[in-house]
């Protein structure tokens, strides 16, 4: 039996725990450096047990619970999912077993490093056309000029969705993962509700697609006339497809380049050794990706049956917790955790999660951030926080530097 699992109930945590845990909208992990926070459970708690299920904190916990066949994405008995807005299993998110390898196998080959090196110009000449709407100003409140509209128009122009329903699809996003819900059960609630908007949305879109017959260079068409092992996606498999896709591929890049470009700004002379050597620029990106783990956790699992697992027992029904972002500054993983060292060496972080479910778009958001900073870098070589102002930083299941306010020299 393991000796450290500390056991608390809900009501006895601290405000950080409880955010970590189930994103209580409290505030508590609001701020520039949450590793701290994530240090100070790794050296106190680093397994919690509560009322509800266990806690894991640890690399090699989270990797080894991540890997175990007794943990899933939907919970047993009712089949249901939690935390995207639908209460049916999204694919590939909430599958798992011999299913889950099916639908991987369909959808891994579309996001391979080669395909995606392909969309680098487009995602080039994005950033381009929003920068040339604020290069001239001097100043820009980065998250809503660049960090949103970039990765969020590629998005649709890949996905085949219409720019006309950005704002809708990014409004339906926020209320499926940052309502006004103060408990898990509320905000689970209210997410379904929106997530139905979406759905009816997304399969009037799918209709109009499949009423024309037309074929086109996008992941909708692709979904369309999908076939492997003489499996064809029928509409309602497209619909929870296009469901996964939007929530993902309007939030985590997102975060992700909001977390950069916020550490960029606060330290000049890193970037301009970035912009000097862009070619250092990729495994910078690793770096700040494992430093500021902007999916910071896993999200709600289950355990199927009792089981233990790395000395810690779980029981059926039980909910498990991962924290990725813990798990890549923990010292018996990484020399140094808490130092940015932009051009370290095995840096095998889990910023996008570990085990079956690591993330299908993940050679997709490499891309966009590396691509999307260094033409930044090529156009805006000096930018730093707006004097009198600051960084605002929020933490609800994914972590952003949501105010971004930034001051450069004008071109």
């Known amino acids: 039996m393991r000796t450290d699992i500390v056991e608390i109930k809900f009501e006895d945590m601290s405000q950080a725990l409880r955010s970590m845990i189930t994103y209580e909208p409290n505030g508590a992990m609001n701020m520039e450096t949450p590793q701290e926070l994530f240090d100070e459970v790794l050296r106190t708690s680093p397994v919690v047990r509560w009322e509800m299920g266990v806690g894991f904190f640890k690399m090699e916990d989270v990797v080894a619970v991540a890997r175990d066949r007794h943990i899933v994405s939907c919970e047993p008995n009712s089949g249901q999912a939690m935390g995207m807005g639908s209460p049916e299993p999204l694919i590939p998110l909430h599958i798992d077993g011999d299913i889950h390898k099916h639908y991987r196998k369909l959808l891994d080959p579309l996001f391979t490093p080669p395909k995606m090196k392909l969309l680098e110009p487009t995602i080039r000449a994005t950033a381009d056309r929003f920068i040339d709407e604020f290069i001239a100003d001097g100043q820009v409140e980065m ?3 660049f960090c949103t509209p970039l990765p969020s128009t590629v998005f649709m122009q890949i996905f085949g ?3 006309d329903d950005l704002d809708f699809l990014i409004e339906r996003k926020n209320r499926i993962l940052k309502n006004e819900g103060t408990t898990m059960e509320e905000s689970e609630r209210i997410g379904r509700a929106e997530g139905e908007s979406l759905r009816a949305h997304l399969r009037m879109r799918l209709q109009e697609r499949l009423s024309t017959g037309e074929r086109h260079d996008d992941l909708i068409d692709t979904f369309i006339h999908f076939e492997v092992d ?5 509409e309602s498999e497209i619909i929870n497809l296009m469901h996964l896709f939007t929530i993902a591929g309007l939030d985590t890049v997102t975060s992700s380049l909001s977390c950069i470009l916020a550490w960029f700004a606060k330290h000049p002379e890193e970037r301009r050794r970035m ?9 910078a990106v690793e770096e700040l990706m494992r430093y500021e783990s902007p999916v910071p956790s896993s999200g709600v699992r289950f355990v199927t049956d009792d089981c233990e ?4 027992p779980l029981h059926k029904g039980e909910i498990v917790y991962l924290c990725w972002a813990s798990a890549n500054v923990d010292p018996a993983a990484f020399e140094s955790p808490h130092t940015v060292d932009l051009a370290r060496e095995q840096n095998r972080h889990i910023a996008f999660a570990s085990g079956l479910h690591r993330c299908l778009g993940s050679h997709l958001a ?3 951030i590396v691509a999307a900073i260094d033409q930044l870098h090529r156009r805006v070589s000096d930018y730093w926080v707006t004097p009198g102002d600051e960084v605002g930083y929020e933490f609800a299941g994914v972590r952003a530097a949501h105010h971004l306010p930034l001051t450069f020299t004008a071109r």
């Open 161 to 163: 969705l219409p720019l």
């Open 309 to 312: 697992i790395n000395g810690v």
């Open 230 to 234: 003489g499996h064809q996606l029928n």
């Open 275 to 283: 912009i000097d050597h862009p070619e250092l620029l990729p495994a």
């Open 143 to 145: 998250y809503s000029a």
């Open 366 to 368: 490499r891309i966009e």
